[in-house]
């Protein structure tokens, strides 16, 4: 998971209307950040907070559900929270109001946040936050060190005190959130309701077969990131690694190393073969990426993680493509990635 560089300082409202400070996060240096990559668990707390935020049109979430975007809503898991089957996940710098007032009037009720991300003004929507990096203190060393019944005790403590409505995990295995679970029902704690996975064309094993077993065994679902795959989906490096591009960047070398590795080629020759595929449904590759992720309505919602307006815009507008994902088109790209992971049960409806 790519997590980013930054200064940050969330506050999340409780019931009472009592600030709480979450965490604040200094900034961090890429080396540590590139080295943490390889292995960490986050708790995300999802909540309702009753903040102040003026959409730029006065367009309520409504009105623009019902007559400009057609956005789809899904329960999270088994719970009874609805959100938005597109949210909006790493969103900072002076674009920030601009892109969640975008996702908003397009039927956006879900806002993702961190520690590492940009602080962004909240309404009565559902805001999830995450919990990883800590402090520099020994009480404030990264979660990957705490036992489970201590995060679940943490967590349950969370949303009794009103601070939160439910919480769930990111970047946990299928054991660890089984043990999560577990560890909860034996001390009449509360369970996580959702795991977010990365999930794109070609990351599909875990949502795909592992996540469908624990819905139906304890009814946790998945909040997904990374549809673009960090902007390789995005079809600009077909050609290589242009120098406006992130990949470009030093602090994103393991980027582009991904991308220009005999493993990263083969995958531009695949998105290559899906353009066409693209062209014919009346979309862009980054909309028909994203659409395939939503036609699994074994995911809850899928967050988009755009830099600029005319990049949200434009994957929001996967939304439109949603209905155009037939059998028959989703059989097309799977006989072109060739990578569906074998489950012995189909869990999509």
Known sequence: ??????????????RNGEDRLLSKQSSTAPNVVNAARAKFRTVAIIARSLGTFTPQHHISLKESTAKQTGMKYRNLGKSGLRVSCLGLGK???????????????SGVNLFDTAEVYAAGKRSSLVITT????GGNKVTHKMLSVWPSIEIVRAMTHVINQGMAMYWG?????????????????QFNMIPPVCEQA???????????????????KIGVGAMTWSPLACGIISGKYGNGVPESSRASLKCYQWLKERIVSEEGRKQQNKLKDL??????LGCTLPQLAVAWCLRNEGVSSVLLGSSTPE?????????QVLPKMTSHVVNEIDNILRNKPYSKKDYRS
């Open 275 to 280: 353009s066409p595929i693209a062209e014919r």
């Open 1 to 14: 998971m790519q997590v980013s560089i930054a200064c940050t300082e969330h506050n999340l409202k409780s």
């Open 130 to 133: 995450k919990l990883y990096w």
């Open 91 to 105: 969103y900072s710098g002076v674009v920030a109001e601009r892109l969640m007032t975008i996702a908003y009037e």
């Open 169 to 185: 995990t990111s970047r946990w295995s299928a054991m660890e959130i089984m043990e999560a679970y577990s560890v909860a029902r």
């Open 198 to 216: 990365e999930y794109h064309l070609f990351q599909r094993e875990k949502v795909e077969v592992q996540l469908p077993e624990l819905y139906h």
């Open 311 to 319: 990049q949200l815009i434009e994957n929001l507008g996967a939304i």
